[in-house]
């Protein structure tokens, strides 16, 4: 399983500040990126909070791990946010600064997840069926993916790795809430308890792959 919407793609050699556009165009972008980053931001709260309170009730350590992962998220996006405020914006060294600590947010999902996941598949925990859980999965299975694809481009356009990681983190939200879906969906109808945790392991692994990615500054194929 490979972490990819088909988002465009950063052109080799690019330079690691933000260079793809200038002026006025570039403010725009700019004000674009940073519109998206909270409509990120403050949907991973609100998926958060609702995640955390509907995994307490069922017992669901896979629905509190999504929780987490929405925390995590919603930091990734402040960093984005941070790179494109202020004087920081076009920054080389703001921009590799930003790209690591993305990275550094792909690395404790994924130790989180892998984690939470071993931990249930060897304790066995069955919990309760959730529809809450599930109505909350398919809906960010459904609106993560157009999410990532706009951010993807902005990022493209700016030439912004950070930005284009962070992207790349509302893909891997996309895949965790498919395999939360399959994996509640699986335990309410079939009493399968051991898909959620199996399916996590996967995506734990792909957001490992995607932090060592963004750590060397492979995501724009530039540093």
């Known amino acids: 399983m490979s972490a990819s919407l088909d ?18 165009e570039r403010e725009r972008l700019m004000r674009r990126g940073r519109r998206l980053a909270w409509l990120g931001v403050g949907w991973h709260a609100v998926e958060a909070a609702v995640a ?5 009730s069922a017992g669901s350590i896979a629905l509190v791990g999504f929780g987490a992962d929405s925390v995590i998220e919603a930091a990734a996006g402040l960093v984005v946010l941070w790179l494109l405020s202020g004087a920081r914006r076009g920054s080389p ?13 792909f690395y404790a999902l994924a130790a989180y997840v892998m984690v ?3 931990y249930g598949l060897a304790a066995g925990d069955r919990p309760d069926a959730s529809p809450l859980g599930i109505g909350l999965a398919a809906l960010t299975a459904a609106t993560m993916p157009p999410l990532a694809v706009a951010k993807g481009r902005v990022a493209a356009a700016l030439g912004s790795p950070a930005t ?3 992207s790349r983190q509302n893909v891997l939200c996309a895949y965790l809430s498919v395999a939360l879906l399959a ?30 990615e963004s750590w060397r500054g492979e995501a724009c194929g530039c540093c």
């Open 93 to 105: 060294a703001a921009e590799r600064c930003s790209q690591r600590l993305v990275a550094l947010s």
């Open 116 to 118: 939470e996941a071993a």
């Open 183 to 212: 994996g509640l969906g699986g335990n309410a109808l079939a009493g399968w308890w051991w898909l959620d945790p199996i399916v996590a392991l996967l995506i734990g692994a792909v957001a490992a792959r995607e932090g060592r």
């Open 52 to 56: 955390v309170v509907a995994g307490a």
């Open 164 to 166: 284009r990681s962070e």
């Open 7 to 24: 988002l465009p793609v950063i052109a080799p050699g690019a330079t690691a500040a933000i260079a793809g556009a200038h002026g006025a």
